[in-house]
């Protein structure tokens, strides 16, 4: 089970951290992921990383403004946002497969979090 925090209302130019914790299993050998889906839009992927080597990737969308991070002794990710645009409001939504993916982008992980709301006012 996966459960995202630290969604929320911020002004456009502002900062948040989502936070995504896993119960029932552990990140190790796993991609762990972000995707978004806001109203009217289709699931976009936002980034993801891998818990064993730490490589991330992302989208060109959010590139230079979001980052994404791990810590494998909580089991939690992070995606720290900033620089956040009236683009960026959605629910956003930890993802996580076994293993490598190479289209990190498609919204085909097994295992997906509840979402979080992240609301950004211009």
């Known amino acids: 089970q996966l459960q995202a925090f630290g969604g929320g209302l911020v002004q456009a130019g502002g900062s948040l951290k989502l936070s995504c914790t896993a119960s029932?299993?552990?990140?190790?050998?796993?991609?762990i992921g972000w995707f978004r889906q806001a109203p009217g839009k289709e699931r976009e992927g936002v980034s993801c990383?891998?818990?064993?080597?730490?490589?991330?990737k992302y989208a060109d969308s959010v590139k230079g403004r979001f980052t994404m991070s791990s810590d494998n002794a909580k089991n939690t990710v992070y995606l720290q946002m900033n620089s956040l645009k009236p683009e960026d409001a959605a629910v956003y939504y930890c993802?996580?497969?076994?293993?490598?993916?190479?289209?990190?982008?498609?919204?085909?992980?097994?295992?997906w979090g509840q979402g979080t709301q992240v609301t950004v006012s211009s």
């Open positions: 993802v996580a497969v076994r293993g490598a993916v190479i289209r990190w982008y498609d919204p085909l992980y097994p295992y």
């Open positions: 029932g299993f552990t990140f190790d050998d796993y991609t």
């Open positions: 990383i891998s818990s064993s080597d730490g490589s991330t």
